[in-house]
């Protein structure tokens, strides 16, 4: 927690100062992450005008309902909200480790940085096996009469409108079985680019936390007399937290 | 901190005391705010289709307010931005208004592409609609 006293009627703008009361490398960091929330934000809201265009969506809680080993248990939203935690979890230690390199404490940042190290990679793990879930699933389709069995990839869509079950029957299926018709491919690219275009920002952040610690492990901040690199690479690990947020809103959630 | 001696541009340093509690309060908070979020999802889950469409939308608008929560969290306290002084809160903070415009403007044009599509440019009746919870008449299959 910082609480800064800063005197009544300072004129922050008569030169002199900066006017943001912050060094230059920390208030580029705010704009590159400000931009970066501009080009998240225009990926999510062509996801959601494609999404509102089309007469029928896939449905998360069908799509998104396995659990690793879990087999073809049916269970909506567990496996991304753990993947939430994980990162909420990741940001806590990251907030930590720079409250302890305020302190100067080098031994704390260490431990709180390995720990945001290790949340890191544990995400990317958990969306390695999402993907490969999605890519290699064997999902039911209705084409042309026949069924056949899909991944979801960027060209092919299994969760359109679901058959309804008397079709089922009179096919000699199960009426209970799950069969979807091709839904519109758009769900395949969205899905995969944008939270692709996530964890290559979670793989990039795992990689600067890496090069924090070993700076740290080699006591650079300390002969620099502060830890403001920490700050930085905190600010890029948080935002990539806030934009999973969002992305968890609008692909799992809504 | 007098050892925290950080860039030149720093005109006040900010005193960085206190613990970490107010840290892992506001863990706690974005946890609860997201099992407030699992809890709507899986009532909308187990809801399916027995609910009307204007609760299904406004319990998302409301999962969505949720999500702005956690977001205001996020930044303002682990990212320090509500600790920073008022003209860098602005400079961040205003531009993203846009993104207000930019919601309205292209969900609307989503919804509109749909109806142009549905009724081949308004040519046509919406065969769609009929699908509205709302407007089933009987003998209309599906």
């Not at chain 1, 580029?28 to 225009?42: N, P």
């Not at chain 1, 879990?70 to 939430?84: D, I, Y």
């Not at chain 1, 600010?235 to 937290?241: G, K, M, P, Q, T």
């Not at chain 2, 969900?107 to 769609?128: F, I, Q, Y």
Request: aromatic share 14%; glycine share 10%.
């Amino acid at each position: 927690m910082s609480t800064t006293t800063i005197p009544a009627g300072t004129k922050w703008w008569a030169g002199g100062k900066s006017p943001f009361n912050a060094s230059y490398g920390k208030v580029m960091m705010w704009y590159f992450l400000m931009s970066d929330a501009f080009t998240f934000g225009a990926f999510l809201i062509s996801y959601g005008t494609i999404r509102f265009s089309v007469n029928h969506w896939a449905d998360p809680n069908q799509v998104f309902n396995a659990f690793p080993f879990a087999g073809h248990a049916n269970l909506p939203l567990a496996f991304v909200s753990l993947m939430t935690f994980i990162l909420i979890f990741s940001s806590v230690t990251m907030v930590l480790a720079v409250h302890e390199g305020h302190k100067m404490n080098r031994k704390g940042v260490e431990k709180y940085m390995i720990l945001t190290i290790i949340g890191g990679i544990a995400f990317l793990a958990c969306q390695a096996w999402e993907w490969t879930h999605m890519i290699t699933g064997d999902h039911k389709v209705l084409v042309d009469g026949v069924i056949e069995e899909w991944g979801t990839t960027v060209t092919k869509n299994p969760w359109g409108v679901p058959v309804p079950p008397e079709t089922l029957t009179q096919m000699g299926l199960s009426a209970t079985e799950h069969v979807n018709t091709p839904g519109p491919i758009a769900f395949g690219g969205y899905f995969f680019g944008i939270t692709g275009f996530h964890g290559f920002h979670v793989l990039s952040g795992v990689v600067i936390n890496i090069i924090m610690y070993i700076k740290t492990k080699l006591g650079h901040f300390d002969q620099r007399g502060h830890y403001e690199m920490i700050e930085k690479a905190g600010l890029y690990w948080h935002f990539v937290d806030l934009v999973w947020v969002f992305v968890f809103l609008c692909f799992y959630l809504v | 901190m007098s050892a925290n001696t950080t860039s030149p541009e720093v005109t006040f340093q900010p005193e960085h005391t206190g613990g970490t509690k107010r840290i892992w309060k506001i863990f706690w908070v974005l946890s609860a705010l997201t099992i407030v979020e699992l809890g709507l999802g899986y009532f909308l889950y187990g809801m399916g289709n027995s609910i009307g469409y204007m609760t299904i939308i406004s319990t998302k608008i409301v999962i969505g307010l949720l999500t702005l929560a956690k977001a205001y969290y996020i930044v303002s306290v682990f990212m320090h931005l509500g600790d920073e002084v008022r003209n860098l809160i602005m400079t961040i903070v205003v531009p993203l208004i846009l993104f207000v415009w930019f919601i309205i403007a292209f969900l609307a044009d989503g919804e509109s592409w749909k109806k142009l599509r549905n009724t081949n440019a308004g040519s046509t009746p919406d065969v769609t609609e009929k699908v509205a919870p709302a407007a089933v008449n009987p003998g209309d299959k599906k």
